[in-house]
């Protein structure tokens, strides 16, 4: 699982348009500490990788649930091109097409 403490596509369709993003993120959750029947792990860093891999050598007893953090403020390139017609800023290209 990966996680950037928000709703990636509400934070990236908001978020540029300079709207309040506090309804579409979230406190940071623990996740790894819910993780019933299974091991768990929290990534924050490449350096925390070697419990993933420590868990891929064995023994294994559990599955391993892996709560990637993910750096919030990079965002994917890909998700804010994607909403940029749905704020209105390619509108006026398309009308006057």
Same mark, same amino acid.
């Given at each position: 699982?990966?996680?950037? #403490?928000?709703?990636?596509?509400?934070?990236?369709?908001?978020?540029?348009?300079?709207?309040?993003?506090?309804?579409?993120?979230?406190?940071?959750?623990?996740?790894?500490?819910?993780?019933?029947?299974? #091991?768990?792990?929290?990534? &924050?860093?490449?350096?925390?990788? =070697?419990?993933?891999?420590?868990?891929?050598?064995?023994?294994?007893?559990?599955?391993?649930?892996?709560?990637? =953090?993910?750096?919030? #403020?990079?965002?994917?390139?890909?998700? #804010?091109?994607?909403?940029?017609?749905? &704020?209105?800023?390619?509108?006026?290209?398309? &009308?006057?097409?």
């Amino acid at each position: 699982m990966s996680r950037d #403490e928000g709703y990636g596509a509400e934070v990236h369709h908001f978020g540029p348009g300079g709207c309040p993003l506090d309804t579409v993120t979230f406190p940071p959750t623990g996740i790894a500490a819910i993780a019933g029947g299974c #091991e768990a792990v929290t990534l &924050r860093t490449s350096a925390e990788l =070697k419990a993933v891999e420590d868990w891929v050598a064995g023994p294994r007893s559990a599955p391993l649930l892996v709560d990637a =953090k993910v750096a919030g #403020e990079y965002g994917a390139r890909w998700l #804010e091109e994607a909403f940029r017609g749905h &704020r209105g800023e390619d509108r006026a290209v398309s &009308r006057a097409g």
